[in-house]
């Protein structure tokens, strides 16, 4: 399957706060994202909705920078592209319905593709990476994060609703930008 990548609207916001994904991956339900989400200044800046081939809603990309001291990066900092050090820190998600029938692996490279190249043409990043982090009971997601190339390089926990998760960082080589 080939993905469009496109602007956050209100529209794909407000429908992506309406999925469920199923115990124990409801952990990743939007509603739990829905400030990040419905954040204008973010789309088409760092938040994007993925659509299939037929313009359909099918996914979400959100991507921003760490720098080196794992902080975020503010976006007016992005925007000035002063990113020196920073890494590339890449989130999606797949509609509910769609996942387990083997989209995974285009998905991530479509989603990780655009970021990269968006991150390179607006914001002039150079790094040589980008990263990302997911809760190491979906290993469904680590499979395929490590199909698309990316390698384990920290494990932490984190905590949600007052509960700690076993986690881990992964990331993937992007090479220079030429």
């Not at 387990?100 to 479509?110: K, P, R, W």
């Not at 040589?128 to 990316?150: C, M, P, S, T």
Request: proline share 4%; glycine share 12%; with cysteine.
């Amino acid at each position: 399957m080939r993905f469009q990548l496109v602007p956050m609207t209100s529209g794909f916001a407000q429908r992506i706060l309406t999925w469920k994904y199923p115990p124990p991956y409801d952990l990743y339900d939007y509603e739990n994202e829905a400030d990040h989400i419905l954040d204008t200044e973010e789309w088409g800046t760092t938040l994007f909705a993925v659509l299939d081939e037929g313009g359909e809603l099918v996914g979400e990309l959100s991507f921003g920078f760490l720098d080196s001291a794992d902080e975020w990066v503010p976006l007016e900092d992005v925007r000035a592209g002063r990113l020196e050090g920073c890494i590339l820190w890449v989130g999606f998600g797949l509609q509910p319905g769609l996942t387990g029938q083997g989209l995974g692996l285009s998905f991530v490279n479509a989603c990780v593709d655009f970021a990269v190249e968006f991150a390179r043409q607006r914001y002039h990043y150079s790094g040589e990476d980008v990263g990302l982090g997911v809760y190491q009971f979906n290993q469904r997601a680590i499979k395929v994060y490590e199909r698309a190339g990316f390698v384990k390089y920290l494990e932490q926990t984190a905590e949600v609703e007052g509960q700690e998760i076993p986690a881990q960082r992964m990331k993937k080589r992007i090479g220079l930008q030429r």
